[in-house]
């Protein structure tokens, strides 16, 4: 997998900006918006917040599966 296109996140817990997002799920909202949830391949989980193109974009590349 190219990780150039995965899709990067701040993780909360270890507090690093950047952090490559491995088995990324992109979920819809209540309100439409698209979120991504995964890890950091160190088993700390990470969330972001995308917009629609983004969120499809990562889809269409393989780097997160469609969970909606």
Do not use: W
Not at 10 to 17: F, I, N, P
Not at 19 to 32: L, Q, S, Y
């Amino acid at each position: 997998m190219d990780t150039s296109k995965m899709l990067r996140a701040y993780c909360l817990k270890t507090k690093e900006k950047d952090v490559p997002m491995h088995d990324a799920v992109i979920t819809r909202t209540a309100k439409g918006g698209y979120m991504a949830g995964g890890n950091d391949g160190k088993g700390n989980k990470m969330a972001a917040i995308l917009s629609e193109a983004k969120a499809l974009q990562a889809i269409e590349d393989g780097v997160a599966s469609k969970g909606f």
